[in-house]
């Protein structure tokens, strides 16, 4: 038996503005957390390569849960799966930053795993369905595209209060460290309110088939996959794309979990490199933004795919020159170079994935180049983190970034195929 929503039904308008607030509310935790996150752990006599099985867990989480949760919410509700997947964020974030054992830092990152999974997509979902109840012909595009932006400042904001509590440490009882964590889960609650709160369905998806049609998605996973590993093995463009996840995965580790371990190297301690990544994250994702926007540029003028080689090469290559410096002004300085490249490379790769894509198979497609990439993320951290450990954090970072560069090979099928097509080179998916 259906229960009907007894609420009004919101406009396009205060869709979008919903989106945007629980974005900021879901991104800027994330901020105040993502320099710390692997210096915590070290700061309580983690090793390197046990890190490295800490901070791996998450990422098989979600390969394994990707695609049986991702009819959850069109079954059981987006807002109760919301609800649902932030509780399992909190849960995991007080694990973590209470945690003195290796296995506490890894049960919390199986939560957050189980969390990433939950969370993908639902809240983009709810607004494009509910502003489009409301007006079939609104842009949401813009909405999404306001969405990133808000995204973007939140995780920059959130670490720059990060950095600033680190230096300030006004906390006696607590680390400099666990400081911004325990702010992140006020944060965390704070959105679990609100979504419960304002988050309103457009038309009730709780009904009594709901569960059944969740485990039906759970059961139909299997063939979803085997279908798209068909679509690998005939297509070798779309093949070769997804290969690109390999190298790229693995370089990612480089900046993203390695940096501020060799930071911290440099300049003297965890407590002094959590203080430093703080305004560090929060100009490398405006620097992050900048490469998206100029994306399409450098596409315009030499082509979605030479756009797609040059910027994965020059990551790879500036990952390599971050190995090799000896201060902490050039590590950043060259960091600043990856994340903006990172920002160049990720349009373009997503151009090229959608170009091989139909209405039928996009999202098999997407959640494919997802999951390679989240599988050998994985076992990147596994080899890289035992490297780091048995001879040099800079060593593991240059091995990283020169794997990295052989992925822009990868993306010659892609320019031939571009090359036939004559494909226009300004569409650049943002």
Known sequence: MTSPTTTAPLTATAARRILLLLTVTRWFPVGLVIGVLTLLPLERGVSLSQLGIILSAQGFVVLALELPTGGFADALGRRPVLVAATLVALASAVLFVTAQTVAAFVVAMLLQGVYRALDSGPLESWYVDTAQADDPDVEVERGLAHAGTALGLAIAGGALVSGGLIAWDPLPFLTALETPYWLSIVFIAANIVATAVLLKEPVTHVDSTGW??????????????????????????????????????????????????????????????????????????????????????????????????????????????????????????????VYTLHGTAGPVHATLIHRQAEAGNRTTLLSMNSMVAGACYSVGLLLLGPLAEGTSTALAIGVAGGFSVLGALLYRPALRDERRRGTDTGEVVA
């Not at 996959?225 to 070769?240: P, S």
């Not at 996840?245 to 407590?271: H, K, N, Q």
């Open 212 to 337: 059944h049609r969740a485990v039906a998605s759970a059961k139909e996973a299997p063939r979803v996959v085997t279908g798209g590993l068909g679509m690998l093995r005939t297509n070798r463009v779309l093949l070769a794309l997804v290969g690109v996840e390999v190298f790229w995965s693995v370089g990612m580790i480089s900046f993203e979990t390695l940096m501020p371990v060799r930071l911290s190297e440099l300049v003297g301690g965890e407590a002094q490199a959590g203080a430093i990544m703080g305004p560090v994250s929060a100009a490398a994702w405006g620097l992050f933004a900048a490469g998206s926007a100029g994306a399409a540029m450098l596409a315009r003028r030499v082509g979605v795919a030479w756009t797609a080689i040059v910027s994965r090469a020059a990551q790879g290559l500036f990952v390599v020159v971050m190995a090799l410096m000896t201060g902490p002004v050039g590590l950043v300085t060259a960091f600043f170079v």
